[in-house]
């Protein structure tokens, strides 16, 4: 089993290698192998997704993301910024579904900004369409205005696009997935408005058809995001078009406690995986020894999960950092009175004990 170790930039480094450290104590033959990407990948071969990393992501059997970024690459023209090899990687290798659990362990329920019985027990599953919306569709651009009142002016425009196939292959996932879980789909939409999003409930609508075990609700993404803090526990799946999911991911993920927990798998059709912690690269923090490493160990069970079929290995991971966390280790994020306060390398050592 090949996996394309792909580390990245500011705190990416040091958080990859505590999820190499985890996986090479599972007693596993993995053909682990690392490569630029990213900032790092710019500054070493002139481009974000250098042509020997993408050929590396397409051999492997599931890929290992850290995260990329930097503030000193901000002013490079767009196609050479340090973001666009996640979306080249996306798009290069077909990876349409993005699954982002939103899971509160019991434990950190006093580091979430909501109150615990509001949160406690939140287990929700973000199904989020990848590789078509607003942020891939064409054309965009910065053009003269050719119309209404300001006509004339210059006016920056992208193009918000969603195909049936891209449609119906999304919910088919967000089904399936519903099926081992609480059997509740919530699409989120904002067809009071888009006609993009018009189609989509249309089609999702049509899909469900097919899953008449399933419990389908059609939501619009303003109240989506109030609900997320009002009553999150009454979600189970959600599934939603790149750009909401973009967003409304990222707010679940904080009614955890901290977005450094949670792990998150792209998918094609075939489950080949990339796998990346939702977090982002916080170059702030980069070489200080004191980021939350979990999220991307728990994106290595991910991976062992549905991509590489290990699911006892998986447990193994997932159970381990539930025992560090009982034991009272916190990082910074997720520090709160009474816990024990460590950095990266010791958080990283403590899963690899609990593991046995």
Excluded at 191 to 211: G, M, P, S
Excluded at 249 to 274: Q, R
Aim: some cysteine; charged content about 25%.
């Amino acid at each position: 089993m090949k996996i394309a170790i792909l580390p990245g930039d500011g705190i990416g480094p040091e958080i990859m290698a505590q999820a190499v450290k985890v996986l090479n104590v599972l007693g596993e033959q993995f053909e682990m192998e690392s490569a630029d990407v990213g900032g790092a990948g710019y500054a070493a071969h002139g481009h974000p997704l250098p042509p020997a990393t993408l050929a590396l992501a397409k051999s492997a059997d599931a890929v290992l993301f850290g995260a990329v970024g930097d503030f000193k690459y901000d002013t490079l023209e767009r196609s050479l910024r340090p973001e666009q090899a996640i979306l080249g990687l996306r798009r290069e290798l077909a990876l349409f579904a993005n699954l982002r659990p939103a899971i509160l362990y019991p434990e950190l329920a006093g580091a979430s900004t909501l109150k615990p019985e509001v949160v406690s027990g939140l287990d929700i599953l973000i199904i989020r369409e990848l590789t078509g919306d607003i942020y891939f569709g064409k054309p965009r651009g910065v053009r003269e205005c050719p119309d209404g009142p300001f006509k004339g002016e210059r006016e920056g425009f992208d193009t918000m696009r969603y195909a049936e196939t891209e449609i119906r292959r999304i919910a088919h996932v967000a089904f399936q997935a519903a099926q081992k879980r609480s059997k509740r789909v919530t699409s989120v939409d904002k067809a009071n408005v888009l006609e993009t999003f018009q189609f989509w409930r249309d089609i999702v609508t049509d899909v469900h058809k097919e899953y008449p075990d399933i419990e389908l609700d059609h939501m619009y993404v303003d109240n989506a995001a109030m609900q997320l803090v009002r009553a999150p526990k009454k979600f189970d799946v959600m599934v939603t078009g790149n750009m909401f999911g973009d967003i409304l991911s990222d707010c679940a993920a904080m009614l955890t406690g901290s977005i450094g927990m949670l792990p998150s798998a792209s998918l094609d059709a075939a489950n080949k995986g990339l796998y990346e912690p939702s977090h982002g690269s916080a170059p702030d923090i980069a070489g200080k020894g004191i980021a939350n490493p979990l999220a991307t160990i728990l994106s290595a069970a991910m991976m062992l999960r549905f991509s590489l079929n290990k699911v006892e290995q998986a447990d193994r991971i997932e159970n381990a950092v539930k025992k560090v966390l009982a034991q009272g280790l916190r990082t910074a994020d997720i520090f709160e009175a009474g816990t024990t306060r460590v950095g990266t390398e010791e958080m990283g050592n403590a899963v690899v004990k609990a593991l046995g």
